[in-house]
């Protein structure tokens, strides 16, 4: 593994060797050619580097090939390209993250899901408390970043079942559904038009006499189990 991560640094362009370079001589407080877990961890802080205890745990569990408990510089490339790439491949989720993040502290709470989750599955806060604590593994009653990829993922599956409802409901394709559409589906499950006519005024929050996208939501109120 040292051998291959070798090959990769010697390939750099003369630039990014530099660049990495003084990166790993200013995490080489001792100048010894290896950075421990210590200095990694110390020098992070410093900098100001947003590395988790599982990026650290992730450098020197996987890319330390020789196991000494230390990096050197080419295992240390190896681990920033790394790095770079999971940076890159998480953008979209990321920026998914901000619309929940309003207040841009790096995790998500309850209160700050619910207007989405709301707009999007429908959800009154009740569920929207329930459904986040699925996700919040530690219990801190907070989304992190990681936790948030399955919770995402979760959420675009329920969003996807709702959409596939809302478009079989919606036969004239307008974008809203009124009682007469709603009662062909209700009518299939034995329901009356009166009882599709009760759930338009009862969902039906803008008084417009139809449902959107979001009222449908509330009134098919996905399991999310």
Request: with cysteine; net charge negative.
């Amino acid at each position: 593994m040292a051998d291959a991560a070798s090959t990769k640094a010697a390939d750099l362009p003369r630039d990014v060797y530099v660049m990495y370079k003084k990166k790993f001589d200013n995490f080489d407080l001792n100048k010894d050619g290896i950075i421990s877990v210590a200095e990694f961890t110390s020098v992070s802080k410093v900098f100001g580097y947003s590395l988790t205890d599982e990026d650290i745990k992730e450098i020197f569990g996987k890319i330390d090939g020789n196991e000494d408990g230390g990096i050197c510089f080419d295992e240390f490339v190896a681990a920033m390209q790394k790095r770079a790439k999971k940076v890159k491949d998480m953008a979209p989720l990321r920026e998914q993250f901000r619309l929940y993040d309003t207040k841009q502290r790096g995790y998500i709470t309850t209160d700050e899901a619910y207007p989405v989750l709301s707009r999007e599955l429908g959800f009154d806060e009740n569920k929207t408390g329930t459904f986040v604590d699925m996700f919040d593994k530690n219990k801190d009653y907070q989304l992190s970043l990681l936790e948030f990829v399955a919770f995402q993922k979760r959420v675009e599956e329920l969003k996807a079942q709702i959409e596939a409802a809302f478009k079989e409901c919606d036969t004239d394709n307008d974008g809203f559904i009124s009682a007469a559409e709603l009662n062909v589906v209700m009518s299939k499950k034995g329901q009356s038009m009166s009882e599709a006519e009760a759930v338009i005024a009862k969902y039906d929050i803008n008084g417009d006499g139809k449902l959107d996208y979001q009222e449908f939501a509330a009134y098919y109120d996905i399991p999310i189990f």
